[in-house]
């Protein structure tokens, strides 16, 4: 079954943005992510856009007249736009104006599957739309016949729009921080345990999911049913993630994959997805996944860098993962003051970030013999669910282990140090 795809033209004002035709192109790649087929574009330079109408009086026209001739009937536009601008603009083109806000909403709900995400997603859409209710949208709005009491209807009905849906946002922000709150216990626990924790992070579909299932692939302990979906599209997943890795040397550490990135993320959608993202924050290392074949890379690690500080991942150990090096004439994988060129396709690539994963997660740790009386039990099933045994001997007055631990959990066990 074949899938219908909207016919829309990609439109926008440079506004001095030096990034404008990256912009533009990224534009109609979320376009496409939206089941969109972008027939046309057009642009405009102008060093600031025209406040009623965003575009100038002869670009509206020329958009009007394209749209009739190529049979469109939606207009995508680069940039938010305020209410007003998407209103004059409809009533003087007769087309559906989408601006960039709306669009990257419209992705997040077509790809939201948890509840969680699914509660976000509509948070961010209800307080974009709050704004831009109007009585011309209103049915009691149109009964124009000169009557105060009309016109006072039709008010009493905006204002009780904008108050169902401000209850509605109340209501899912409850749920939210619910759901919130369990993942913070969640979270809680995975550090009482001081099982290190590493975050991918990256702008969308730099390969973030491809890089966890890579190393997926390394973990004793992983599966088939463990692997993340991954996807050569923007957005594919805005779940975050979270596995756990055991390596064959018994090392063990969490790996979680978060939502992407990309250019003019809506604020409203960051600010819903704090929560999400605060896998991040909680990481004991961060790994940024780059696209390096994206001629505009560089931009997209402004965004990511930006997008982090907005949500307060700050001054966090960070490896720089050059992906996609396999599209580029350099030789991989290879490390350059700290930064991994790798592809996440490439066995030999995925080895060395482990070994770069490793000398930063694992440095502060330190090795010793316990011996665990047998009638400390608990203490024994603690260390097996939890911690990274080199050896294990059982002994006559107990079971001794040595093991590779943090300082803070030496420090718990240290009555039973050998």
Known sequence: MNEEFTKVITAGVSHLQEDFDYSMTELKSLCEANNM??????????????GATYFGKGKVEELEHLATDSDVQVIVINDE?????????????????????ELILQVFASRAQTKQSKLQVEIAQLQYELPRIHPSGNPLDQQKGGSGTNRGAGETKLELDRRVIRNRITYLKKQLQEIDQNLETQNKKRKENSIPTVALVGYTNSGKS??????????????????????????????????????????????SDTVGFVNKLPHNLVESFKSTLAEASDADLIIQVIDFSDPNFDKTIAVTDQTLKEVGVVDKPKIIAYNKADLKDISYPQIEGGDLYYSAMDEKSIDTLIDLIKEHIFKDQKIGKFLIPYTDGNIVSYINENLDIISQMYKDDGTEFELRLS???????????V
């Open 37 to 50: 087929e972008v027939v046309d574009t057009i642009k405009q330079n102008l060093d600031q856009v025209v």
């Open 81 to 101: 736009l305020s209410p007003s601008q998407i209103r004059n603009l409809e009533e003087q083109t007769g087309l559906t104006i989408i601006d960039r806000t």
């Open 210 to 255: 491809t890089t966890m299932n890579a190393l997926l692939n390394k973990s004793v302990s992983s599966n088939e049913d463990n692997k993340v979906f991954e996807k050569d599209m923007l957005f594919a997943t805005l779940d975050t993630s979270v596995r756990n890795i055991t390596l064959a040397d018994n090392t063990k550490f969490l790996l």
């Open 407 to 417: 300082p803070l959990e030496y420090k718990k066990l240290a009555v039973y140090l």
